[in-house]
């Protein structure tokens, strides 16, 4: 089986690669969030279904990140930092197969959380892009 990365941030061209997540670990993607109005009547029976969209909501991922060493390990958060700015709209793609994927509209409103550790050579940690938010 062919290894490839599972999540890749876009700009809002959807064309310019930001940052690859090397290490996903864990998602809560994809999430299907359609949703319909339901009309009722009292006077009737049964209802109808308005199509209402789609909501906003939370895309998990956790994450690894490794270097050789503290130095190198930091180096690599700062670069995850810079490239997924906070409240600014990206595209992520999580990809299903090499070549087919689901693409969301996100922000990151929440800041990176980074599992307590002594962070030698490897750092655990979860991101939160809100989906929908732009």
């Known amino acids: 089986m062919a290894s490839y990365d599972k999540f890749k941030l876009y700009d809002t061209d959807g064309l310019s690669l930001l940052y690859t997540f090397p290490g996903a670990l864990t998602t809560n993607a994809p999430q299907s969030t359609e949703e319909a109005i339901e009309v009722t009547n009292v006077r009737s029976k049964g209802s109808l279904f308005i199509d209402g969209g789609t909501k906003a909501w939370n895309l998990n991922i956790r994450f690894i990140l490794t270097a050789v060493d ?65």
């Open 70 to 134: 503290y130095e190198a390990l930091t180096v690599v958060m700062d670069a995850l930092e810079s490239a997924v700015a906070f409240n600014t709209p990206y595209y992520i793609r999580f990809y299903k197969t090499s070549t087919t994927y689901y693409s969301y509209k996100v922000k990151r409103v929440l800041p990176i959380d980074y599992d307590p550790g002594q962070r030698v050579s490897f750092q655990r940690g979860n991101l939160i892009f809100k989906v929908n938010s732009w």
